[in-house]
């Protein structure tokens, strides 16, 4: 069982960035498949980034939705079993509360919450303008 636990929210002003830390508790350098989502007040859930599953020691294939793409990166440290999310250039528009997610092989992973059964409980990420 892989827990999550997110880290690394706060308040920025439009144009700045942040990196969120997701410290899972379980081996991720292989057969996992890792997402980022986020979550706004009275919106739906939806998927920012994610890392595919891979089934060799290197990283899976890597996706990003197209409200954040250019501007936020997804990376895992394998040995820190460790998932971050890069945001720059922030916009007031990325307010929201940050749910890193996991789900074991054998995984689909992508951007649909549907695919991931482990979730942390979120980190607040706030821009202002």
């Known amino acids: 069982q892989i827990h999550l636990e997110e880290s690394g929210g706060g308040s920025v002003t439009t144009g700045g960035s942040l990196r969120l830390s997701c410290a899972a508790s379980?081996?991720?350098?292989?057969?996992?498949?890792l997402g980022w989502f986020r979550q706004a007040p009275g919106k739906a859930r939806e998927g920012v980034a994610s890392?595919?599953?891979?089934?060799?020691?290197?990283?899976?294939?890597?996706r990003y939705s197209a409200f954040v793409k250019g501007r936020f990166t997804i990376s895992k440290d394998n040995g820190a079993n460790v998932i971050y999310l890069v945001m720059n250039n922030l916009k007031p528009e990325d307010t929201a509360t940050y749910y890193c997610?996991?789900?074991?092989?054998?995984?689909?992973?992508?951007?649909?919450?549907?695919?991931?059964?482990?979730w942390g409980p979120g980190t607040q990420v706030t821009v202002s303008a």
């Open positions: 890392i595919d599953c891979d089934y060799s020691y290197g990283d899976g294939v890597k």
């Open positions: 379980a081996y991720i350098r292989r057969n996992v498949c």
């Open positions: 997610a996991a789900e074991p092989y054998p995984c689909s992973g992508g951007l649909s919450q549907r695919e991931y059964g482990r």
